[in-house]
């Protein structure tokens, strides 16, 4: 897959930014995670794919440092958010697919440190997105209605995007610290489609928890169980 030049990312410290070699952004920041660190950054950029990553390092044992998935999902939304034309929405099926305007964009990926069990601090995670660039070299895009592009929708610069999705990783990460989880998550939930007109929606623990006007709860599988089910991703990247 042919991979373009980025121009310059301004990022906040302490990321440190790592060219890709190729699509797979997860599986090189995974080989990069035990020797670079915290705060390293791989970015592809290819005609019909843009796709970063990031190297984590949390303090938390794995049950709650799990929660940094839905934090990144998050700043992911945020920074499409404002770098797309108002007028339409930003949202997310939980827990791992991002809609635009209602059309699979991407998505989120995740890995954690082989080993790590729930009661253990993990040396490391990375989290992944990876999103639609562009749908030209598709003969028909037309007959591809569930999907579209960053180029499509007029997004801006993926150079800005990235840098304004790392400055939104700072701040929650700053939040989680300051002001409790809730204070992260409750922006996640805010963003889950469909929209929730009546009950309550929330997470506990690793589950998201529907609760209708009725009482009645509907609980999703577990967050690491969940991923990859709503059916976002091929083998190859995000389904056209």
Not at 54 to 74: D, N, R, W
Not at 112 to 126: E, F, H, K, Q, Y
Request: with cysteine; glycine share 8%.
């Amino acid at each position: 897959m042919q991979t373009t030049k980025l121009g310059q990312i301004l990022l906040p410290p302490p990321f440190r930014l790592h060219p890709a070699t190729g699509p797979d952004v997860l599986a090189q920041a995974v080989a990069l995670a035990p020797e670079h660190g915290a705060g390293t950054l791989i970015c592809h950029a290819g005609p019909d794919l843009l796709a970063f990553a990031v190297v984590l390092e949390p303090e938390q044992k794995l049950a709650e440092a799990q929660m940094a998935f839905p934090l990144g999902m998050v700043a992911l939304a945020d920074a499409l958010a404002a770098h797309c034309p108002p007028e339409r929405s930003v949202r997310l099926v939980w827990p791992d697919e991002l809609r635009y305007d209602k059309a699979r964009l991407g998505g989120g990926r995740f890995a954690i440190a082989p080993g790590t069990g729930p009661d253990d601090v993990p040396d490391w995670l990375v989290f992944a997105a990876e999103l639609i660039a562009d749908r030209d070299h598709l003969p028909d895009p037309g007959r591809f209605p569930e999907s579209t592009s960053l180029t499509e929708e007029t997004f801006d610069a993926s150079e800005d995007i990235i840098a304004t999705f790392a400055s939104y990783m700072m701040l929650y990460f700053d939040r989680w610290a300051h002001d409790g989880l809730d204070a992260v998550t409750n922006r996640y939930l805010m963003r889950i489609d469909p929209p929730l007109l009546r009950g309550v929606r929330r997470l506990e623990g690793d589950q998201l928890v529907e609760i209708t006007p009725a009482g009645a709860a509907k609980r999703s599988a577990p967050l690491l169980e969940a991923l990859n089910g709503s059916g976002w991703r091929g083998p190859q990247g995000p389904k056209l």
